[in-house]
């Protein structure tokens, strides 16, 4: 008998005249059967360089009409996107989609794909996000037939068809911009990675079951460790797998970066990962660590994700586990890379929020719903009926690239406020703090302590990068 506990998935949004031409967009994880009508012809799997057939499409709501072909809708860009209920990151992405239509007009067609069955479903999900509250877009409810010519099994899919009917590139949706749009209709060539996604991967088996073929179960191993690179088509998963015919744990993680594990081999278990504002690196190039380069995420993981496995006695209880996880890592960190981490208390630059008036009345709430709205999708930003510590809260894990912010405003929990930001984004300290000054507010200059982890190379100099958040004056 074997039995399976999965932990966590942590890894696991121009314009010249020219021919449109066709995009499928397909962003969620499909897990059960939808409803399209096609031709004839049985589907058959499509990828780049193939033509598409003529494609028959219903029921669709939020759209002149309920159906739809591929063959009336040609001499436009049509971006078909898929989602689902459960992928989060899906819905938040389609007011992108939106903008892509407002900015393209009548050369652009959305057409979004869900598993939902009707209209009233489509507009409750909709409305159970700020950002897509109230948003109108067309929907095609329960597809079949689009999934069997361009199957996939992760988030997200994007199928890209030029023209001429081909299938010009397959990829994520992080590639939908109005730039790589504007490519496609330039005809120009377009040499991004195709995605592809392995429907059977077995995360339940060894690495070296992988690399061996499984030759080596016909002598069963106790313990070993094994560390490979990128396994392209699959998730970042990480699993920990007891075999109770062995008697044998596994511990496998799939696509993790190497700050990763350089995060594992601190505290003890593997994957995880740190707060930037919490991090230094001491390293010749950080982009092997962070993606500072600003590359495609997936381009970026090829090249700088691994994969980690270890089995163990199944008699290791939880404490030993994972201080041989820690031991394990830090030895492979050491030797493959030349990376140890250290971690250290120490007073670090940050901000401090203050009140610059005792007098509340500025911030006081005026009652109402509580409303939360402080993203960078949000023109307006909002903070309604609600406290200080939210706001704290966005600083800290929510706007990345500037210093930690500390509360001395010494206003309780249970005082609510009311406050409205009219910025592009928190990033701009600046901005911020001319307009938390009108409600008697400041971001001060300050100190704290704070536990920070030090990623540090062999033969790093102080020539080489240093990446920490500091305040810029």
């Not at 193939?50 to 759209?63: R, T």
């Not at 999900?125 to 948003?135: D, E, F, H, I």
């Amino acid at each position: 008998m074997k039995a399976r506990q999965k932990h966590l998935n942590r890894f696991p949004l121009f314009f010249k005249k020219t021919t449109p031409i066709l995009l499928f967009s397909l962003s969620c994880l499909v897990g059960q059967a939808q409803t399209v009508s096609s031709s004839m012809a049985t589907p058959v799997e499509l990828t780049v360089g193939d033509k598409i057939p003529e494609i028959f499409i219903s029921p669709i709501v939020h759209y002149s009409s309920s159906s739809v072909s591929t063959t009336q809708l040609s001499g436009k860009l049509i971006l078909i996107d898929f989602w689902g209920t459960t992928c989060t990151s899906c819905i938040l992405a389609l007011p992108n989609l939106k903008k892509m239509e407002e900015l393209f007009k009548d050369r652009i067609e959305i057409l979004t794909v869900t598993d939902l069955e009707t209209r009233e479903q489509v507009d409750e999900t909709m409305n159970r996000y700020r950002s897509t509250k109230g948003l109108i877009i067309p929907t095609v409810l329960k597809n079949q037939i689009l999934p069997k010519y361009f199957p996939h099994e992760f988030v997200s899919h994007v199928v890209w068809i030029g023209p001429d009917g081909t299938v010009r590139a397959i990829t994520g949706t992080e590639y939908i911009t109005a730039e790589n749009i504007q490519q496609i209709l330039d005809n120009k060539k377009v040499n991004w990675p195709v995605k592809k996604d392995v429907a059977d991967f077995d995360y339940n088996k060894s690495l070296l079951d992988f690399s061996s073929k499984g030759e080596l179960n016909k002598t069963p191993l106790i313990y070993y460790s094994t560390l490979t690179g990128y396994i392209d088509g699959i998730g970042g998963e990480e699993i920990v797998f007891t075999d109770s015919t062995s008697q044998t744990t596994t511990v496998n993680t799939f696509n993790h970066s190497i700050l990763s594990y350089a995060y594992g081999s601190v505290v003890g278990r593997a994957g995880g990962g740190i707060d930037p504002k919490e991090l230094i690196l001491r390293v010749k190039d950080s982009s092997r660590y962070l993606n500072t380069n600003h590359e495609y995420q997936t381009t970026w993981q090829k090249k700088n994700t691994y994969c980690y496995s270890l089995k163990m006695p199944a008699s290791f209880n939880e404490q030993k586990r994972q201080k041989l996880i820690a031991e394990d890592l830090t030895r492979l960190l050491r030797a493959l890379f030349n990376v140890t981490v250290t971690r250290e208390k120490r007073l670090v630059p940050c901000l401090a929020l203050v009140r610059t008036r005792r007098d509340d009345k500025l911030i006081a709430s005026k009652g109402g719903a509580y409303l939360y709205t402080l993203g960078d999708s949000d023109d307006v930003k909002k903070l309604t009926n609600s406290n200080i510590q939210n706001l704290i809260f966005h600083f800290n894990h929510e706007t990345p690239g500037i210093p930690w912010v500390i509360d001395k405003t010494g206003l309780s929990e249970k005082k609510m406020i009311d406050l409205e930001f009219r910025i592009k984004s928190f990033q701009n300290i600046k901005e911020v703090r001319r307009i938390l000054k009108t409600y008697g507010l400041d971001l001060i200059p300050a100190k704290t302590e704070k536990e920070i982890f030090i990623v540090t190379e062999k033969g790093w100099q102080k020539s080489s990068d240093e990446i920490a958040y500091e305040i810029k004056k």
